[in-house]
């Protein structure tokens, strides 16, 4: 067969080929999809050569910019080498990435298994707390995602990324700490964390029992960047373990330094994980997945096993480079400051537009807004309709962001750990011009 000439594709055309040979299903932004074609640092460039600032990073995955010179490097040099052996060999970026990952990550973890994505991670923290426990029920949170597999459509609870019911039985949904939309309808700090001490009330009343244990993000994804209160993790894995269970740490979206201040979320929430797992801006953009445990649990796999793709030498040294970076620049407190400006600057938008911010939340670069069509205490209704205006808006003053919650209302913003003052700024009075232009009150 002929290899199709795609040197003179447009936008147009691909749109077309996006609609006719991709599944219908895979989700795209704007009335008008945008097709991107190149990248650097903090901006992209699209099919027609329009520039964007890049305040969402490929879902949080671009953590240190787009082709970062580095990184590149690291993947070239690798590929000059050899692009690929299975787990069955030993390879350098492998060890020295597990080396890494054993030094920066918190208590006892120090164990990796590696995959090609954060989904298979979650599947192989599940499997290891079964084995470990001898248990199968797990808690997960309502609002949470776990991927796309069957186990991981299991644990998501956040209807529309789920194409299936429940498959895999044993998996029970705990309230979010969802302090906005508190779904026991109390208020924080009076509540005394109800979310979290329900957790007992949820394995007394849907398990045997004996769990094997708890998956939760320290902030929610998809779910609108859900951030618990301070409290929250102390008192619910206080209860898991208090039932035979294990504290499985979902960093996909919240590690390498994303929330500021602390290399990974759970770090501001003084827990230490059993195991975690990670994904997307471990590698900047290449497919890596990370499983990281204690030896004592890592030990309970007995079965053969191997990972065709998991370690993969290009994604191992893009990933080596990629925190060699974040280290060596000291992002992790750069993450912490630029924050803290974002999110200043945000809570300015609200007070400019309070009927139609209903919440600033997050850590660090990892920030969300929450719009409705009419913020009091009696009415909160997501305003879904706004929230499409808002981003046609963006669109045309260049700036990328991204969104989540149930009803896809909540503006989730993570430019990448390298963006700079001017940066913030300016994606700020962007945000404010669009939220104008959309009809903002």
């Known amino acids: 067969m002929a290899t199709a000439d795609t040197s003179k594709l447009d936008g147009a055309a691909v749109r077309a080929k996006q609609k006719q040979f991709l599944f219908p299903g895979v989700m795209t932004y704007y009335q008008e999809p945008l097709v991107i074609t190149e990248g650097k640092g903090r901006r992209v460039k699209d099919i027609d050569g329009n520039e964007y600032l890049d305040f969402f990073g490929g879902i949080l995955t671009v953590s240190i910019g787009h082709a970062d010179e580095g990184v590149n490097a690291a993947i070239r040099d690798q590929i000059d080498r050899f692009t690929h052996t299975s787990s069955l060999y030993p390879t350098i970026p492998v060890v020295e990435l597990a080396e890494t990952l054993a030094r920066i990550t918190p208590g006892e973890l120090s164990q990796t298994y590696f995959t090609a994505s954060g989904t298979e991670a979650d599947e192989t923290a599940v499997m290891m707390a079964q084995l470990h426990?001898?248990?199968?029920?797990?808690?997960?949170?309502?609002?949470?995602?776990?991927g796309r597999s069957l186990l991981a459509q299991s644990l998501t609870a956040?209807?529309?990324w789920r194409a299936l019911p429940t498959q895999v039985a044993g998996v029970k949904h705990a309230p979010a700490p969802y302090c906005y939309r508190?779904?026991?309808?109390l208020t924080y700090p009076s509540c005394g964390v109800a979310c979290a001490r329900d957790i007992e009330e949820v394995i007394r009343t849907t398990t045997t029992g004996r769990v094997a244990g708890f998956l939760a993000e320290p902030i929610q994804g998809v779910g609108g960047f859900i951030t618990p209160p301070r409290e929250y993790f102390e008192i619910a894995v206080e209860i898991v373990r208090k039932y035979g269970g294990v504290f499985i740490c979902d960093e996909v979206q919240t590690g390498f330094g994303r929330t500021g201040g602390a290399m990974w979320g759970i770090e501001h929430w003084n827990v230490q994980p059993d195991i975690m797992t990670a994904a997307k801006g471990v590698a900047n953009g290449m497919p890596l997945g990370v499983t990281i445990t204690t030896p004592e649990i890592a030990s309970a796999l007995k079965a053969l096993t191997i990972s065709t793709f998991g370690g993969n030498p290009v994604s191992c040294a893009a990933a080596n480079a990629t925190i060699a970076r974040i280290e060596q620049d000291k992002l992790v407190e750069a993450s912490a400051q630029h924050g803290r400006l974002l999110h200043d600057g945000l809570l300015a938008l609200q007070k400019r537009f309070p009927a139609t911010i209903g919440d600033v939340r997050g850590l660090g670069l990892m920030q969300g807004v929450e719009l409705v069509e009419d913020e009091t205490v009696q009415n909160r209704t997501p305003a879904k309709a706004f929230t499409a205006r808002l981003f046609e808006e963006t669109k045309k003053r260049r700036l990328l962001i991204g969104k989540g919650g149930l009803e896809g209302n909540v503006l989730r913003i993570s430019p990448p750990l390298t963006v700079t003052r001017s940066e913030?700024?300016?994606?700020?009075?962007?945000?404010?011009e669009s939220f104008a232009a959309a009809g903002a009150r």
């Open 424 to 432: 913030v700024d300016e994606a700020v009075n962007l945000l404010g």
């Open 182 to 185: 508190c779904p026991l309808h």
């Open 133 to 146: 426990t001898g248990s199968t029920e797990l808690i997960a949170l309502r609002h949470g995602y776990s």
């Open 158 to 160: 956040h209807a529309p």
